[in-house]
Each structure stands twice: as C-alpha cells, then as structure tokens.
Nanobody
Framework: QVHVEESGGGLVEAGGSLRLSCLVS??????????IGWFRQAPGKDREGVSC??????????NYVSSVKGRFTISRDSAANTVYLQMNSLKPQDTAVYYC????????????????????WGQGTQVTVSS
C-alpha cells in the first residue's frame, strides 16, 4: 500500500524557518513517474495548493503559489524517498495544516494541480507562525 507521511511542522516566530518532510512508502519515486504536491488549509478556508514537483518523462518541474514564491523551496531526495518543503521568512498568514499528496502517475507542474488530481494524502502537519 502506498502511504505518505508529513513531519516537521511546529510553532515558529514570524521570519523563522521550518522544513517539512513528506516520506513516501510503498512507491519508489525514482522508479515511477509521479507528482508530489504540498497543500495547506487554514481554519475556515479551502485547501490551497502551495507547491508541487513533477518527475515525468515529459515534465520535470516545480511550481509555487504566488504568495510563497521566493520564500519556499520544494526538493526531492530520491535516496530517502522523501520530498521536502523548505519554508523561510514565514508569516502569520502561512499558519495552516500542511498536507503532502502523491499522484502516482505522469503529470505536470506547469500549474499546481488541484486536490482531486492526487490520490494519496497524508494526515497533515500543523504549522503555526506567531506575530
């Protein structure tokens, strides 16, 4: 069975940094085409696509929602079968539950896919940024 598990959330002051991890099990990222997405959901708001990274024959790209460009970086460690989201210069408006999601099929990050494009989801990790 394929699973993803997030970790690395926590409480940080504005301007601080966190690195979220998305550990994938039951599916080898290096062997199969895939897209990994990071989403977040704040109380009372819809789930928002934050970033994605694709590994397909036709597309190897990353993308970010405009509000995090220049502050967040997504990366993949094939040996660890893990995708990271490095978050710098955090703001109170970044406060949310962050979810990792996997689409175990060829895809693109030319635009961040919507939640319905991902079939495997983690439980989420809370990120709280204090002002």
């Amino acid at each position: 069975q394929v699973h993803v598990e997030e970790s690395g959330g926590g409480l940080v002051e504005a301007g601080g940094s966190l690195r979220l991890s998305c550990l994938v099990s039951g599916f080898t990222l290096d062997y199969f085409e895939n897209v990994i997405g990071w989403f977040r959901q704040a109380p009372g708001k819809d789930r928002e696509g934050v970033s994605c990274i694709s590994d397909s024959d036709s597309d190897n790209s990353t993308n970010y929602v405009s509000s995090v460009k220049g502050r967040f970086t997504i990366s993949r460690d094939s040996a660890a079968n893990t995708v990271y989201l490095q978050m710098n210069s955090l703001k109170p408006q970044d406060t949310a539950v962050y979810y990792c999601a996997l689409d175990p099929s060829p895809g693109s990050c030319a635009t961040i896919p919507g939640p319905d494009d991902f079939s495997v989801w983690g439980q989420g990790t809370q990120v709280t940024v204090s002002s």
